[in-house]
Structure formats: structure tokens, C-alpha cells
């Protein structure tokens, strides 16, 4: 990183160009309710796989314009009235789109930052109001040209046969939004994407399975943009992972929550789908596009088939997640979470335990909890879909392998490719059918042999 100036006087920018340089972003203006002097406190950075998130801690709001200067790629964050009191050198830069930030004064009495960038983006700028943890923001989101995150397959990839059960794993809030704050600093967003970052690799090291995480560090995602991306990936099924919270401390235990048809299917599921969806609002994105009538019909169609599917799953989950920890209540949920309605992915959201209550908060927040709790949600996505393969799926090609039931039962001496020859079928379809990672049999072992 390199560093930059402290402090910096309206002449040398004008002589750095700002004055004359070409002006290739959108000026934005944002009136604040008040225009009183606001100080700018602290300064955090988010790194999304599109985007870098820069926060700053505003002890009001303040009017602020931002807008994108080239050669070299540089965005300047004007704020009225408002002052420094922060050293930009102290944030982190490592790994975002700013190389270095550096402060002037315009007019005496306004506030210039100038992020120097690696790269041309495109930005974009709001306010944020105080929420439990922080209190007035401003947040500047520098989007990338590219996407930089693993490679998610598109369902385009799949339409061939034999294609893997692709699950959707989604960590609730990130970023700025904490998502459900317990006793001893255990926060929800840390939590989830721990254990869904465990659940995707045991879903990674099951044959017929190709698990994709949504949220891969401490960003953001817009509630549709999650669906959204389960959606490229092809997803047979979508789980979002998060932990509950309630006014009083004695609440605890795991819920498996799927969409209602109707409305939320009780007082305290209302109330959370609530606090869920507010993440959004925090998030600063519009997230309700406007619906056609039509489009309406269609979806509430698509919605009413992949619900029978979202309530099996989820049956199948609440029993596996009752094996490692307490239920907060014996069947599974309904609500109107925003990520579950995918018209046509069957959707989870499932809550992990109760943060607010201090026993489930320190048992979230340790590894050897968490790996259990993504192991039980493994087991059960394993057996429902070993149960019920979607058409297509290896699970289904090897099912109806099974269901003609040829085996072979590895003896002494036998070697992969001595039995594939001996049934006339190649040492690939063997190793395909069985999961076979490697050509390593051991002598018990019983193998599917392939029938076509
Ligand atoms: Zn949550």
C-alpha cells in the first residue's frame, strides 16, 4: 500500500488535476436531513468478489458527492461542512481496490478525500442510519469490471447427464450487517459463514454433489443477488444458514425454516422474517423489483410445486439437526424469508440456535459445534437426495444402477481393472457409479458395476 498525505491543501489538488481532470463517473448528491458539521470518525473496508466496500463512521449524516476521476483511476469523496478525524493511513488496504487515500479541506470548511485506485470502478454511494452497532455512515461501494470469486459452474454445464446435486450454501448478513449480536462478542455473520464454509466441504467430499458457497468472506450480498447467484449455479437446492435472536435469553434451540404460502404461520416466525429481511434495508438496496400481475401468477405457480420439495428437505434436516442439538420447536417453520422465494429452488433457511441465549452463543462460536451442526446438515441433504435423485443426476443414474443390482465384493487379488473386464465395462464407469476417487479397492468392499 502505498501511503498517502494526511493532510492536503486545495492548491496541490488542483495542481494533482482534479480540477481539470476528465470526469468519467456519475456526480452524486445525497442531501442529509441536516447540514451541521459531521466528523469522520473511523473508516473499515469490506472485500466482496465484485466489490470493495468502504465504510466511514460519520458523527452525522452529511451531504456528500462522489464521483470517478481517471488517468490515474482515482474517486474523490467530497462531504460539506464535515472533518477529519482519523488517520487514513492506519486502514487496512490490503487486498481491495484502493491503493492508498489521502485528505484535503475545500473551502475551509469541506472535506475532500481522494481513494487513489489499482483499477478503473464503478462507484456507488449512499447513507447508512444507525443501527445497534455503528451509528451514521457513509458506505462507497467501488465495483470491480470482473468477478473474482471460485468459478461457479453454470447450469448450462449440467444440462448433460449425470450432473452433480448443486446446493446453494448461503451465509446469512456479512459486512455491515452483523446479523444477531450475542454475549461475548459472538456475532451471527462470523458464525454462519464458518459453518457454511464446513458444510460446503463435506458436501465437496461427497461423490454426486457439487456444493456452492455464496457468501465466501465478511461482505455484503443483497438478499435477491443471493438467490440470484444460486440461480447461475444451477442450484437444486438452496440453504441460507443463520443464528436467532430473541428479547429474552432463555430462547434456544435450532429451527428449519421454509417460505409460507400464505403468510407467516406465527407470531414469533413473523417477527423474524422481520428482522431477516431487514438486512436489505441495511444493505441500502432496493430489493422489491415491481412485479407484473402476470409475472405474479407465475411465480405463486412455480412456487406452490418447489414448496412440496423445500418441506421434505427441510423434515429431513430438522430430524438430522435434532441429533446435535436442541430444537426450539418440532416442525419446521414457515415464513416469508426474501431468500427463500425462489420460484423455482427449493429453498431453507435454517436458524443454528439462538445467539442471545449465552449457552447457544458460546456453543455457536466454537468449531467443534459448528462442525457438528454442518455435518447433521450434510447427513440429511446426502439422504433426502439419495432418497429422491432430481432426473439427471448421477444420484439417479446410480440409483437406477442399483435398483438392477449388479455387485461385485472385492476378494483377494482383484484389481479394478481385472473386474472391469471381467463384466466388459471400462475402469471409468466402475469408478463413476462407485465414487471411486482412485483405482484403491480393499478386499470386503462392494462395488456397483455399472449395467450400461
Ligand atoms: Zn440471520
Not at 476528465?22 to 473511523?42: F, K, R
Amino acid at each position: 500500500m502505498i501511503r498517502g498525505m494526511t493532510t492536503f491543501s486545495a492548491t496541490i489538488l488542483r495542481r494533482a488535476g482534479l480540477w481539470t481532470g476528465l470526469l468519467v463517473g456519475c456526480v452524486q448528491w445525497t442531501l442529509a436531513t441536516t447540514a451541521t458539521a459531521a466528523t469522520v470518525e473511523a473508516a473499515r473496508v469490506h472485500v466482496a468478489p465484485d466489490h470493495t466496500r468502504l465504510v466511514f463512521d460519520l458523527s452525522e449524516p452529511a451531504v456528500h458527492r462522489v464521483f470517478q476521476l481517471a488517468s490515474p483511476p482515482r474517486v474523490v469523496v467530497d462531504l460539506d461542512r464535515s472533518a477529519l478525524d482519523l488517520d487514513l493511513d492506519q486502514v487496512q488496504l490490503d487486498g481491495t481496490a484502493i491503493r492508498g487515500m489521502r485528505s484535503g479541506v475545500q473551502d475551509r470548511r469541506d472535506l475532500r478525500i481522494v481513494l487513489d485506485l489499482n483499477a478503473p470502478v464503478r462507484p456507488r454511494s449512499f447513507l447508512l442510519k444507525p443501527n445497534e452497532r455503528y451509528g451514521d455512515r457513509l458506505v462507497i461501494d467501488l465495483f470491480t469490471t470482473t468477478w473474482e470469486s471460485e468459478p461457479i459452474k453454470r447450469a448450462e454445464e449440467y444440462l448433460r447427464e449425470r450432473r452433480p446435486v448443486v446446493v446453494a450454501v448461503d451465509a446469512g448478513h456479512g459486512g455491515e450487517d452483523p446479523g444477531a449480536l450475542g454475549p461475548g462478542h459472538v456475532r451471527e455473520k462470523d458464525v454462519v459463514l464458518s459453518i457454511a464454509r464446513k458444510l460446503h466441504q463435506r458436501l465437496q467430499r461427497e461423490p454426486g454433489f457439487h456444493p456452492v458457497l455464496i457468501r465466501t468472506g465478511d461482505y455484503y450480498l443483497a438478499l435477491r443477488k443471493r438467490t440470484e447467484l444460486a440461480r447461475e449455479a444451477g442450484a437444486d437446492l438452496f440453504i441460507s444458514l443463520h443464528a436467532d435472536s430473541f428479547r429474552h435469553a432463555s430462547a434456544r434451540g435450532g429451527s428449519v425454516y421454509i417460505l409460507s404460502s400464505q403468510g407467516a404461520s406465527s407470531e414469533s416466525a413473523r417477527w423474524l422474517a422481520q428482522s431477516e429481511n431487514q438486512a436489505d434495508l441495511v444493505g441500502g438496496v432496493d430489493l422489491e423489483g415491481k412485479e407484473s400481475v402476470v409475472a405474479q401468477v407465475l411465480l405463486d405457480l412455480y412456487v406452490t410445486s418447489t414448496l412440496q420439495q423445500s418441506h421434505d428437505v427441510a423434515a429431513t434436516l430438522l430430524q438430522g439437526l435434532g441429533r446435535v442439538t436442541r430444537l426450539h420447536k418440532r416442525q419446521v417453520e414457515k415464513a416469508q424469508f426474501v431468500v427463500l422465494k425462489s420460484p423455482d429452488i427449493p429453498s431453507l433457511l435454517v436458524e443454528t440456535g439462538f445467539i442471545s441465549n449465552p449457552q447457544e452463543a458460546a456453543q455457536l462460536a466454537s468449531a467443534r459445534h459448528q462442525e457438528r451442526l454442518a455435518g447433521a446438515i450434510a447427513d440429511a441433504v446426502i439422504e433426502y437426495y439419495r432418497a429422491s435423485p432430481p432426473p439427471g443426476t448421477w444420484l439417479a443414474w446410480q440409483r437406477a444402477s442399483e435398483s438392477v443390482g449388479l455387485k461385485h465384493q472385492i476378494a483377494q487379488g482383484d484389481t479394478l481393472s481385472g473386474i472391469a473386464s471381467k463384466y466388459q465395462v471400462s475402469v471409468h464407469a466402475i469408478r463413476e457409479l462407485n465414487g471411486l476417487s482412485s483405482d484403491r479397492i480393499r478386499i470386503g468392499q462392494v462395488l456397483q458395476i455399472p449395467t450400461s
